[in-house]
């Protein structure tokens, strides 16, 4: 079992800047890869970024790529996702997830998930 605590997330203005936090524990080393996803009222949930366990491979969406970034502390077990020139569009239910696989886009492939985390950008 893995689990995952999403925390973070708040009301903000465009242009501002958040930085979600992913508390990971369990049995963590069972997961090649997390990812966040996000979740806008009456849409599927999208991928957001991913980053692998080990080495130094992240994945973005083209909605997100130049703004967010993805990063982790394996010390500390946590997996961050620093979000810069946030626009309304970002608005959503942020959650993060763990894979077996490397870097996938498709939230099939998360097995675990958070709670999620809301983030709401106001113009």
């Known amino acids: 079992q893995v689990q995952l605590v999403e925390s973070g997330g708040g009301v903000v203005q465009a242009g501002d800047s958040l930085r979600l936090s992913c508390a990971t524990s369990?049995?963590?080393?069972?997961?090649?890869?997390i990812g966040w996803f996000r979740q806008a009222p009456g849409k599927e949930r999208e991928f957001v970024a991913a980053?692998?366990?080990?080495?130094?491979?992240?994945y973005y969406s083209d909605s997100v790529k130049g703004r967010f970034t993805i990063s982790r502390d394996n010390a500390k077990n946590i997996v961050y996702l620093q979000m810069n020139s946030l626009k309304p569009e970002d608005t959503a239910v942020y959650y993060c997830a763990t894979s077996p696989f490397a870097g996938t886009y498709y939230a099939n492939k998360y097995n675990y998930w958070g709670q999620g985390t809301q983030v709401t950008v106001s113009s």
């Open positions: 980053i692998r366990w080990s080495g130094s491979s992240t």
């Open positions: 369990g049995r963590t080393f069972i997961s090649y890869s």
